[in-house]
């Protein structure tokens, strides 16, 4: 979840020559569809663990966002897999609108897919491998009515910095399986100094956000354990003369490798994030 909101998330050739000072992330608004890529990679404990390329294209009154990312090192040899998520949607008022996401993957030697249609607020799941009731509890209908998809939920965030130069989002996701509430709320400016893992440096937009789950458990977990609340921080600045502010680091809680922190490795023109979970 938090990947995905960030949240929240290298592949060859599309690093930076040289690590960019983006502008500000304050208010400026969306100027235009500007479509790029951003890479990262992220670390826990000292180790590589996932790699990630997001695609955004995002104007004043529509939306694409994808996303590819796969574990690496040793991660990969506890947590083997690759995903590949993709949405497209529409504002409403400055709110996301989502027609439809795919979501397709390979986790622990099986094939994962979610396709989700949007009507009205209400997500209709047309394609869902393997069957979700072999793994999880239902989600109630009524916890699946006005939610959105991670990626939307990122797509807010991104507009509502780009609008307003400030962080405040509160919403609910649901990813087929799970439904989570997570809320951002504005830190202020700060500078990034220069690392080897990033290819950005300078002042970044710091959002702190916290996600739990709500439904959607594993069969015989913990409830309490895994509804208990994470957290995390966001940067984000624009990359790229007239984009849109995207996140350059983010730091957060997972259940398999600890607090991770995530890098911005480079970015460049074009969304498409084929290529990186092959």
Partial sequence: MMLALLAATTAAGATTDTAPTAPSASAGGLSGTTQLHVDYDTYAAGLDVVR???GFGLDATRYRMALAYHTTGLA????????VSTV???WDGGLPEP???LGDGYWRGEPRRTLIDYQKGLPLIREMQPPNDAERDPVPPEL?????DTLSALALLMRRVADSGRCEVSVRTYDGRRVAEIAARTVGEEALPSTGRSAFTGDALRCDFDGRMLAGFLHGTDMA??????????????VI???PPVPVRMTF???WFGTATMYMTGAGPGMDVSGLAE
């Fill in 88 to 90: 497209e949607g529409l």
């Fill in 253 to 255: 809680e997972t259940r």
């Fill in 241 to 243: 003369p007239g984009g």
């Fill in 52 to 54: 990630l390329r997001a």
């Fill in 225 to 238: 354990r895994d509804s208990r609340l994470q957290h995390g921080s966001a940067w984000l600045a624009r």
């Fill in 76 to 83: 990969g040899l506890f947590l083997r897999g690759h995903q």
């Fill in 99 to 101: 027609m439809r996401f």
């Fill in 144 to 148: 699946q009515r006005n939610t959105v």
